[in-house]
């Protein structure tokens, strides 16, 4: 069996393969192939290669329900399939509660992780409690954000390693990445784990592994994610019951 991780080129290789020795192929479909998907004009060459690939693939495997509708809309039916994280990661946490609130964020410091929403949030917080950021990662965007967050209590940490970002994790009471474009992202499943109210953006990511407003706060725009990261912030009632719950 062959498991190609995208459709192009990577499925295409896999439909060769299964053409020539009759080995059966599962593949895997990113958001990146449905963005490709969506420019693409439907009579061009490129896009035919995409259908087919697709059409002669034993099992589909998508990461979350954004995934799985949008096949669904082209004709493909698919397996909703999450990425996991260990099991050590689950413990009970003491409570996070009480004046200060630490909030993260995780990825790279790139357009698409929207991590100017997470500064321009808290710059706009206009409540009491105390807060401390800390922002992970590097990237092109590093110096902007960083002079961007200027007059807050924001530490910006660079690249670390996978144990200090447990470590964060574990200190934060809030995490908070309104990434676009997103395949899975397991740093999500880790602030879970440890008990974050984690905030993400709807129709990426781990869309339709939680339920929203229960489990995990998801916003679509820069305003309904402010809304959404002062409501954490203010009540630890909320806080509290959606890290519980995720």
Same mark, same amino acid.
């Given at each position: #069996? ?5 459709? *192009?080129?990577? =499925? ?8 020539? $020795?009759?080995? /059966? $192929?599962? *593949? ?8 490709? #998907? ?11 290669? $995409? *259908? @087919? ?7 589909? !495997?998508?990461?979350? &329900? ?48 929207? !991590?100017?929403?997470? !500064? ?19 990237? #092109?965007? &590093?110096?902007?954000?960083?002079? +961007?967050? @200027? ?6 940490? =660079? @690249? ?9 994790? =574990? %200190? +934060?009471?809030?995490?908070?990445? /309104?990434?676009?474009? %997103? ?5 999500? *499943? ?24 229960? %489990? #995990?706060?998801?916003?679509?725009? $820069? %305003?309904?994610? &402010? ?18 719950? =995720?």
């Amino acid at each position: #069996m062959t498991h190609a991780h995208f459709i *192009l080129p990577d =499925g295409y290789l896999a439909l060769l393969i299964k053409k020539v $020795y009759d080995i /059966p $192929y599962i *593949l895997s479909v990113r958001n990146s192939d449905l963005k490709y #998907m969506d420019i693409l004009d439907s009579d061009s060459r490129i896009f035919k290669q $995409y *259908l @087919t690939v697709l059409k002669d693939a034993d099992k589909i !495997i998508v990461h979350n &329900r954004y995934q799985y509708d949008k096949l669904k809309v082209y004709g493909f039916e698919s397996r909703i399939i999450a990425h996991g994280i260990e099991k050590e990661l689950f413990f009970n946490n003491q409570s996070k509660n009480g004046e200060g609130i630490i909030i993260s964020s995780i990825g790279q410091l790139i357009p698409q992780k929207n !991590i100017d929403w997470v !500064i321009n949030g808290i710059k706009e917080y206009r409540g009491d409690k105390k807060i401390k950021l800390f922002v992970a990662g590097g990237g #092109m965007l &590093r110096k902007e954000l960083e002079l +961007s967050a @200027t007059g807050l209590d924001a530490v910006f940490l =660079g @690249t670390i390693s996978h144990k200090e970002i447990i470590n964060i994790l =574990g %200190e +934060s009471s809030i995490f908070a990445l /309104p990434s676009i474009n %997103e395949t899975f992202g397991l740093v999500y *499943l880790e602030a879970t784990a440890l008990k974050n109210a984690v905030i993400a953006s709807k129709n990426t990511g781990i869309w339709g592994h939680f339920e929203d407003n229960k %489990e #995990m706060l998801f916003c679509d725009s $820069y %305003e309904s994610f &402010r809304d959404k990261l002062h409501l954490l912030i203010d009540n630890d009632k909320i806080r509290s019951e959606i890290a519980e719950s =995720g």
